[in-house]
């Protein structure tokens, strides 16, 4: 089992930057392959980016192309998302989660661990 805790969310301005952190403990983290997942209000839930298990494969949503960057250190147990040129259109509860799969994980149904989630929101 592993234990996830979000850092860094936050109010920015439209065009600026956040950068969210998610701490691990539990078993082995580098067993997990992990993602990035948001839910706004009055829509469906959305996995902005996710990360294999080594951290050399990743996938982004269409959404967050070109903006957000997934990294993972194995040593820290840590998993960051990096968010540039936020948008009105990016806030939203921002959840770090972790799948027993190794491969990249695209369904939020398939991440079996979850953190509590932390609020992003960006004015315009």
């Known amino acids: 089992q592993v234990q996830l805790v979000e850092s860094g969310g936050g109010l920015v301005q439209a065009g600026g930057s956040l950068r969210l952190s998610c701490a691990a403990s539990?078993?082995?983290?580098?067993?997990?392959?992990m993602g990035w997942i948001r839910q706004a209000p009055r829509k469906e839930s959305e996995i902005v980016a996710a990360?294999?298990?080594?951290?050399?494969?990743?996938n982004y949503a269409d959404s967050v192309k070109g903006r957000f960057t997934i990294s993972r250190d194995n040593a820290t147990n840590t998993v960051s998302l990096q968010m540039n040129s936020l948008k009105a259109e990016d806030t939203a509860a921002y959840y770090c989660?972790?799948?027993?799969?190794?491969?990249?994980?695209?369904?939020?149904?398939?991440?079996?661990?979850w953190g509590q989630g932390t609020q992003v929101t960006v004015s315009s």
């Open positions: 990360i294999n298990w080594s951290g050399r494969v990743t």
């Open positions: 539990g078993r082995a983290f580098s067993s997990y392959s």
């Open positions: 989660a972790a799948s027993d799969s190794i491969g990249v994980v695209t369904t939020a149904n398939d991440y079996g661990y």
